[in-house]
């Protein structure tokens, strides 16, 4: 049970506190309500840029990252398609400099030309790095791209093409950061060596100041009920050929999210799952297999993923993988399976509450999804799940008209160098 | 209103009295020590098996990492998938990994199902069969992976750095190979499981929320096994240095990025120079805010990220700076991080700077030493290379105390682009 307090400031911005007196530090979590899903389609991977811009300095404040050192604070940032999270974690007693750094560029960025020319090259080589210059580093473009029509779970948030971050400019900044960086838009979580009053009084300091700014009113187009299967049969100079499959699933908040969760484990989730023993170990077939999904706020992509042993068709692949999608599909999951993936869960569970970081995060996480106190019902909501409900879900999921299969095959080296490998991609982007 | 131009008073980490939580010691009858460490709120526990069975001991490349990985594969009672599905349906996770010196087995879960899952790891530690579809499936599996990662630049600088600092024949040097790979046997993964694990030297570390009959519980399941508290034989590696300091690999004929890996020989932890080194490799390029991040990504872009670092070896190391860059920037990456070297040879650190170090590294250790997993690595660190106590303590006195000359003069000792080889792979 994790024990918090919750209050709001006049101007909106929502705080709350965790208190652990079993650690030295403190950490204090800003979570903005903003992701890629939150672009314009002609400037996708803003959201993530700006995360960096968030420590290029602030209006009174110009090194966010030597102020906290000093204090001997730590920090990181992350951004993800729905969410964009800032956090740092510093020795208790210094925990009002957090406040300072943090309420400061909320308050106002110092929008430094410099600082974007620079990020923008920085968040060139990441692109590059992780997704470019990598083998099968653009599947999820792919995916994402075919398995979405409409909503903004389309593109990475990365970005959809290095143009669109190239091309971003000061007053795209300052637009953003006024539609998005206000406290009716965070939620600020304290948590560890901290009393509630003493948050409570640093939160009125120095975020009690800042005006409320607008609320931003998310309407993103929904996607439609696929009805059709989707695929795409694309090559790349990569060694082996990779197969990925995809099925609309139910958002986090749906009650139906359990079950799914629950079935892409016993599926594809560790050595002992059904597409891991039969697949990879008993029919050779896949030199590794997994069945996930990303948690997305709104309605996300159950994936199934691998790549193949050599001399093995893709067609033998994925006929493979819809033998044990039918055989689940027809018999459901037995009482032992279903009780291996909950205490699975359970465990995963209260490893992740082992750090106070992690503990804050999740706070601000489910605060955004609407209630700080779900995080005290999951285990509970996954305890609940039957074999029943496993088998409907396995029924209602994962079947041909939802899904998305995507051939990422091996090239002969000389095919692909021949050909215009940026007209393939803009060929693919259509 | 509130001043927002001036920083709230802190209090300065420096000066903050760090103290490692003492680890709680016992000796199986069979010589194999035990450390633990009891904290932490939820219900969970990790146990760490080490054993002397690194690649240093195997007599054929990669034969000591396929018999650590292979050792969950199979016993003479168990399938491989019998013994995932028993880790699994208690919610635990059993991994297992290979170093150097050592190679570890690590397990977690909640507390209350141990006993469960003890005896599983004992009949690892004696029955092991190494059956032969799995020996050929790991050959197959790790072939296409092993294409897959040549293809990254970066797995092949960091192959090829290493091989330059110890040369091939050395363990820190080796990397797998398709040949050796394929030649891995049966007879052979038995051979050096029986010598290195089924009567190998063994430590076991446990930390998190611990039963009260811990000890008791690690006596019964492995107290009588023929694992052994003695020191190993070691057999001498020599290291041979590559004598070419410069290199230019072409890996990526498309590739928009290189890996840069520059690095020379570092002495081992046991140096006195060490304590330093760790120091001013902060301010050098140990951080967010060290001078190489903050010239090559933060000021000239050149890069996601920028770092360096002392090797983790025991006979010898190597002081490395690794970075990934733009394809054309790579060499004015190397160009900078020379800059840097010159600067911290030629100028002290400011006061303001060091001060922000020492805080910064003195708050990152109090975060470091938070949980009960964190501390019983710390602890496994300094018993593993046979270091006291006390070797905790100096590192700290160092980072409070070291100087802004003896950091000048330890860079002007090691920060001198002649030693150190150059490595780029595009």
Redesign the interface.
Known sequence: MIQFARFVLSNGLKVLVHE?A????AVVNVLYDVGARDEDPRRTGFAHLFEHLMFGGS???AEY???L??????NNAYTTNDLTNYYC???A??I??A??LE??RM?SLAFSKKSL??????????F??HY????YGDLWFKMRQMAYEVHPYKWMTIGRELKHIEEASLADVKTFFGKHYNPSNAILVVAGNVVTEQVYALAE??FG?IPAGEKYHRRLPQEPVQTVPRRLDTSA????DAFVKTWHMPARLDPRYYAVDLMSDILGH???SRLY?SL??EQ?LF??LDCYHFGSSDAGLLAVEG?L??GITLEEAEAAVQQQIALLQENGVTT?EL??VK??????L??E????MSRAASLAYYELLGDAALINEELEKYQAVTATDILNESRAVLTENNSNTLYYRAAAEAAV?AGD?ENEDEEDDD | MINRKEAPPYLNAVDFDIRLKPVDKYVLRNGVEVYAINAGAEEVIQVEWVFWAGNWYEKRNMVAAAANFLLKNGTAHKTAFAINEHFDYYGASFGRSCYSETALLNLQGLTRHLPRLLPVVREILTEASFPEEELALYQKTNAQRLDVNLKKNDFVANRLIDEKLYGFDHPYGRYSRHEDLAAIGREELLGFYDQYYRRGRCMIFVAGRLPHDIFAQLENVFGDLPLHGNTTVRTDHTITPATERIYRVNNDPQGMQGAIRLARPFPNRHHPDFFGAQVLNNIFGGFFGSRLMTNIREDKGYTYGIYSYLQNHRQSSAWMVSTEAGRDVCEAAIREVYNEMERLRNEPVGEEELLLVRNYIMGSLLGDLDGPFQVIGRWKNLILNELGESHFYKSIDTIKNISAESLQALANKYLQPDAFYEMVVV
Not at chain 1, 69 to 74: F, L, N, R, Y
Not at chain 1, 119 to 125: A, G, H, M, N, T
Request: glycine fraction near 4%; hydrophobic fraction near 35%.
């Open positions: 652990d079993s650690t030295p530090m209006i009174n404040i990252d030597d102020e050192q000093k204090a001997g604070g730590e974690q510093l020795p007693a210094n009002e400099t406040f300072w309420s400061d308050l020319d620079v990020q923008i090259k920085v968040v060139s080589e990441e590059k790095e470019l210059n990598r083998p300091k120095w100041p100079l990569v060694p082996v560790g050595a002992s023993q990879v170990k050779h030199t590794n790549r042993v050599r032992a009780e291996k205490n699975k869960t359970e465990s995963t209260a490893f509450d082992m750090s106070v160098l490998i």
